[in-house]
């Protein structure tokens, strides 16, 4: 069987194993890159191997969870060497746990002789950079700070025009703070938070930099920050199923810490999205957590996916590149999920391009509204990614894609917009439904002029062949009310015309004026 | 671009284009064939050009309709020739309408010399043929009856050992019904539609086997039946996006007749799932039904999606078989899904085999459960088929690609148990959620140990290398609760008995028995 097969991708052309030895669990992801360059994770396993507990006198790895350690390595090895993925593809690292331990250099020469894997230590300053290299390529951070919270540490990254300019680490992870500043099996005090968060503050101090360069924009990396962000969004009854690009706001923190101090460690896993394995050491992250938005200013946390697996990756795979950053992270998403599917991009970038002449020239005063011509493209680029599903249904299946993608770079509110412009390029009254949670005043009516742009553009474009070059809008002369469609064309416009003909009825409800098609 | 990106297909090597022109619409649909030889829609065109209405004295086509229909074909022929499919890839025909228009003939001549279209009108004998070609490819019909009722007339095949044995045509379409039964602009009465039944069983009673070959199974084909269908699957509540292989009961047929005639006509579109231009002329089609239950003596009409345009398309198809008909329905439609989506087979076939030796010695009396063994075995091949959407959450995706498809062949019970054991693969608590609706009692049970075998099946062939040959399930000798699962392999078995010993929750909960891994 083919390599191509094997991923259940289209041409994957490299694979790469990330392997993270945390200091809970330890990780291998495969990453595939298609000869399309798109890329994706397709294989993961892991195990909870907690190396970081039951520390020795001195902080040493315990012999018994390095056995078990050493054992899942051997099992990720032969994973690696029974499914083809040379040691040369494969980056293992270990973090604070290991780093920490004054045997874990030790450790990691006993598990590289054992298995074979080329396993190195990451220093706090590379860990910090990979959660940056995530951050910058999947949200459209330029200026602001990147925060890595796990169990052990926090690190802040100052972003200034998209490059890592500061950078620091202090042992304030959800683990060390839970057990040093929050003990105790009960219900938390108000006290014991105020110590927390009074500690971490004078932390935050010695670098003045944390208290101007978040103000704008902090990003959140971390399970601590992603759980967090899965509980706040059941909270408010968001119709999200990932927590990419949400924004955890100071009142909805606010808000958890309250009650999650209220009821007993054990008793925090009833909070509806905090997970069971977290429940315990969630609350000491979470105070720390509010402490950054009260040193930075900042208006919320924009959480994402990726972290420090995706970090190594990207890095790498944008390697020639200094810093390893893409030019355009939304273009980078929304090209990523059509070559993916196979999405034919001549094809659907014609598309966009009629599409963005259309709404160049809205009939309508103050229109396109600030943002609408980007979400227009980028949903003209994938309306057809379901295909790659089934034609029946395709319009549902590509929203289906695109909810799912999470298109990084992109807020919630846009992707679901881009989401119903595909849903309803082909038919049904466009209508925000359950997003509605998600929009903003206006969003309803963006959506109409984003459908019916699409479906024109769609059926001008609907031979697959070109033949169509250009289309305006124009006010009828003479008739105040209607709308002429002008198309520049050198072929057979038979189909364009016929099928632009026929959207008339989604076009006059969108716009108010009736529209006619003619060969300029 | 190249074609493969061009359909959003893998390896698309053959494209062909169905023109119906109908009574009422006239449709396009490209279907298309990969290099694997799975087959799909890829495109449609439709237009509503109601040929058949608008009949001069003599039932011949109106010059208007026929303006029209030409200007429609014209469209459709450019859209062939542009987007690259031949003349000899293009199957036009013409039905009722045409064939039964004095100048039908002509019109077929002019729209040949306009158009270049390869035109030709089926006769009804052609028509019930191609119907026979969908029912018999699409559903797991082996002897009993096909029933195709359009707007002009019913066609009845029967079927013996999923051959065509005979085939009479009435003109008992819908249309023709409502407008000669069932008159007027109010409610309609019991009397007219008694005296419908009575006219259609009469007609019943000169085909003589009709009262016979139907009693165990009929296949219903055709706008009408998928419209009463999708309005009965209102009515229960059931959580069906698709008529698919749903059994349209005479109970539930009885009530939506009642329904339907207690409403004036341009009322019954009110009646949830009936479509607006269809509720004026369904009653007829409903009434003639409920007459082909009572003659039949069926337990209800098996619905399908597939019509005349997948019979001439499958024809064509499987033409070098005679009839043109695949060996199993259901292998096909799982072999079909899988292809279509990349699915490596080598791999999910062997999952499949170590399932099925699983499945074939479970821990419990009675069991597997009739049935069992080859829901285990479909599942087992398409469990990995959500990967073609993503990695991440595949699980739920291939849940997703197994109802949107609705395996053909399967009943919509089947089909939710099947996408359900795929959606429970890796991780989560199996549960039948809203399907229980569709469900029998005893199929919780049955969905927990079919994903339990899933996941360890999986996790045995985790490397994708089948060095797993094979396994069994025996009880633990001198331990009556135990479970050992015995290994059949000669290679590195490491990652196996590493991912098999991890799914000892869900196979004791499934089996009330721990379960220890060894190598025999």
Chains 1, 2 share one sequence.
Not at 234 to 250: I, K, M, N, W
Not at 379 to 390: E, R
Not at 402 to 419: C, D, K
Request: hydrophobic content about 45%.
């Amino acid at each position: 069987m083919s390599e191509h097969l094997r991923d259940g991708g289209r041409g994957v052309v490299q694979r790469t194993a990330v392997i993270d030895l945390g200091s809970n669990s330890f990780r291998l992801v495969v990453f595939s890159v298609g000869e399309s360059r798109w890329w994706k994770r397709t294989d993961e396993l892991s195990e909870m191997v907690r190396l970081g507990g039951d520390l020795g006198p001195n902080g040493e790895l315990s012999p018994q969870r390095m056995a078990h350690a050493l054992e899942t390595l051997r099992v990720f090895a032969a994973f690696c060497a029974t499914s083809g993925i040379r040691t040369d593809q494969i980056e293992a690292v270990g973090t604070s746990a290991i780093r920490d331990a004054p045997n874990g250099e030790e450790f990691v020469q006993r598990a590289r002789r054992a298995t074979g894997l080329p396993i190195r230590i990451l220093s706090q300053r590379d860990e910090a950079w990979f959660s940056y290299v995530s951050a910058v390529n999947q949200t459209s951070l330029t200026d602001g700070i990147v925060l890595d919270i796990g169990g052990g540490s926090l690190e802040l990254v100052a972003v200034e025009r998209r490059q890592a300019e500061e950078c620091v680490s202090w042992p304030l992870g959800a683990v060390r703070t839970t057990e040093r500043f929050l003990p105790g099996d009960g219900p938390t005090s108000a006290k014991q938070m105020a110590a927390l968060r009074e500690h971490a503050l004078e932390q935050f101090a010695t670098a003045p930099w944390v208290a101007t360069a978040g103000r704008d924009h902090l990003v959140g990396i971390g399970g601590a920050v992603r759980n967090l962000a899965t509980a706040a969004i059941r909270a408010a009854e968001l119709p999200l199923d990932s927590v990419q690009g949400f924004v955890l706001t100071p009142h909805a923190l606010d808000t958890l810490v309250e009650q999650l101090a209220e009821r007993a460690p054990e008793e925090r896993e009833r909070v509806p999205g905090i997970k069971r394995g977290r429940a315990e050491v969630i609350l000491g992250g979470a105070v720390v957590l509010q402490a950054v938005l009260e040193a930075t200013g900042a208006p919320g946390i924009e959480v994402i996916e990726a972290g420090l697996r995706e970090g190594i990756f990207l890095a790498n795979q944008l390697a020639p590149a200094d810093p390893p950053i893409v030019p355009d992270v939304r273009v980078a998403s929304v090209t990523n999920l059509a070559r993916q599917h196979g999405v034919d991009l001549v094809h659907a970038e014609h598309i966009a391009e009629l599409a963005d002449q259309l709404v160049a020239a809205l009939p309508g005063a103050g229109l396109p509204a600030p943002g609408e011509p980007e979400l227009v493209d980028a949903a003209a680029l994938l309306h057809d990614v379901g295909m790659a599903v089934d034609y029946d249904d395709h319009h549902k299946h590509s929203s289906y894609l695109i909810l799912g993608s999470g298109l990084p770079g992109f807020t919630p509110r846009e992707v679901a917009l881009i989401a119903l412009m595909a849903r309803y390029h082909r038919k049904g009254t466009p209508s925000l439904g359950s997003a509605a949670a998600l929009c903003e005043p206006g969003d309803d009516e963006l959506l109409l002029r984003g459908a019916a742009l699409l479906r024109i553009a769609e059926q001008l474009e609907r031979n697959r062949d070109q033949v169509v070059r250009g289309a305006r809008l124009r006010r009828a002369p003479g008739d105040d009310d209607g709308v002429v469609l002008e198309l520049d064309a050198d072929g057979d416009t038979v189909v364009a015309e016929w099928g632009a003909e026929r959207q008339g009825d989604l076009f006059a409800r969108a716009f108010g004026a009736p529209l006619t098609v003619a060969r300029s």
